[in-house]
Each structure stands twice: as structure tokens, then as C-alpha cells.
């Protein structure tokens, strides 16, 4: 079986999963939160290079403020309780995203994490938090356009040379979605131009190893000509 290097899952469903058991959408979240843990260990374990978690994005701003206060102190409550697993298993924790805009202690605890897993060899677990692609792509822009400005580089910027300004430098090889939407939501945009999508009505905290196995199973059963013919 063919392993995609790149997968990026949109982890959805979180607050319908937590009404449908009539518990609070914060419980969604904290079972979601374990569901991080099981699916970085499953695609480590399966040999996906790098994993991009949809954790965070910058509309998520206009939660309530109880929710979104949850959700920043989300990551201090999983590093503490799954960051010693993930380095005995050798993944390595980045971020995708403006983190600078979060609580100073929420930044603290994903640098942490960023810092003591930089050296693992492992999957690369990144969170995509605070995350836009649209800002991403306008972020890449102003950085290339004051490059030119300080005449770092000329104006020759080609596709591949632009993608090293987006916080996501790779293209994704396959795109998950949970819980039965059937949408980007402003993630990847530019990074997905070639993927495979699979959207499954699977919500996220419901959503296990062998979900994941199920859908690189779907992708092997697709031929990616990348705009050719098949061979």
C-alpha cells in the first residue's frame, strides 16, 4: 500500500458529537483533543511523514468566549498529558499559523512543545492554529514583496519559490475531512491544488486508526495524473 507523505485532516464534528451525548461542546473538544494523540501515533506508526491538523482557524475567533477560552487552553491541557508519549515515539511538534495572536501562556506551551520535540526524527505533527489560508497567502505575499524591496531577490517569483513563503511549504498529498461537511473552509487553499479529498461522515472524536487506514486504502484507489493522461 502507497502511503501519502503529506495528509491534512479538517478534525470536524467536535460540537455535534458532544450534543448528540447532551454533554457541553467543550467535552467534544477534550475527546477530540485524545483523538490527536491516537491518529499521530497511527500515522507515525503507518509512515506518513507529516500530518496537518486543522486545530484552530482564524474564524474560530468568533466562538463564544467560553468556548474559545477552552480551546486556548486546549493545547496546555494535551501537551501535559501526551507529550512525553509523542517523544518516545519520536514525532516531532510544529504549528502552522500566526501563533503571536494567542494567550501568552498558550504560545508558551506550543513553543515548548515545538522546542523539546525539534530534534525527532518522526512524523511531524503540525497544528495548523490560528490558521487562514487566504492570510496565509496575503502574509506570503508581503513577505515576498518586501524581499524585493530590500532587494533580496528580483521579481522572478516562480510557483514553487512561492510556496517556501506560505507557513505550509508542502503540497498535500491527501485531504481528510470529519463529519460529513463537504467543504475546505479556508485551509490549504494553495497547498491542495492536486490532493486527493475524502470526506467522511465519521465525526472527529469518533474517528480512529483504522478510519485513517480506510482512507489511504481510498487513495490508493485513486490515479493521481496530476492534469496528464494515465499510464
Not at 509512515?47 to 480551546?71: C, H, M, Q
Not at 514553487?160 to 506560505?166: C, G, H, M, N, P
Request: glycine share 6%; net charge neutral.
Amino acid at each position: 500500500m502507497q502511503i501519502p507523505s503529506t495528509v491534512a485532516i479538517i478534525m470536524d464534528g467536535n460540537g455535534r458529537w458532544a450534543k448528540k451525548r447532551g454533554l457541553p461542546r467543550t467535552a467534544g473538544h477534550k475527546k477530540g483533543a485524545d483523538t490527536i494523540r491516537d491518529i499521530g501515533l497511527a500515522a507515525n506508526d503507518i509512515g506518513i511523514k507529516k500530518l496537518i491538523l486543522y486545530a484552530f482557524s482564524t474564524e474560530n475567533w468568533k466562538r463564544p468566549e467560553d468556548e474559545v477560552g477552552y480551546l486556548c487552553k486546549l493545547p496546555g491541557i494535551f501537551f501535559d498529558r501526551y507529550m512525553k508519549e509523542l517523544m518516545e515515539n519520536n514525532i516531532r511538534v510544529t504549528f502552522a499559523g500566526e501563533l503571536e495572536k494567542f494567550p501568552e501562556e498558550t504560545q508558551k506551551v506550543i513553543q515548548k512543545a515545538v522546542n523539546l520535540s525539534q530534534n525527532n526524527t518522526g512524523l511531524n505533527l503540525c497544528l495548523a492554529i490560528n490558521y487562514g489560508s487566504r492570510r496565509e497567502i496575503v502574509l506570503g505575499i508581503q513577505k515576498y514583496a518586501q524581499d524585493i524591496k530590500e532587494q533580496k531577490r528580483n521579481n522572478d517569483l516562480t510557483e514553487d519559490e512561492f510556496q517556501q513563503y506560505l507557513f505550509v511549504p508542502e503540497d498535500i498529498d491527501l485531504m481528510i475531512r470529519t463529519s460529513g461537511e463537504v467543504r475546505l473552509s479556508n485551509f490549504l487553499l494553495w497547498q491542495v491544488a492536486y490532493s486527493e479529498f475524502i470526506f467522511t461522515p465519521v465525526p472527529w472524536p469518533d474517528f480512529d486508526r483504522q478510519c485513517l487506514i480506510d482512507c489511504i486504502k481510498e487513495y490508493n484507489e485513486r490515479d493521481r495524473r496530476f492534469g496528464g493522461l494515465s499510464s
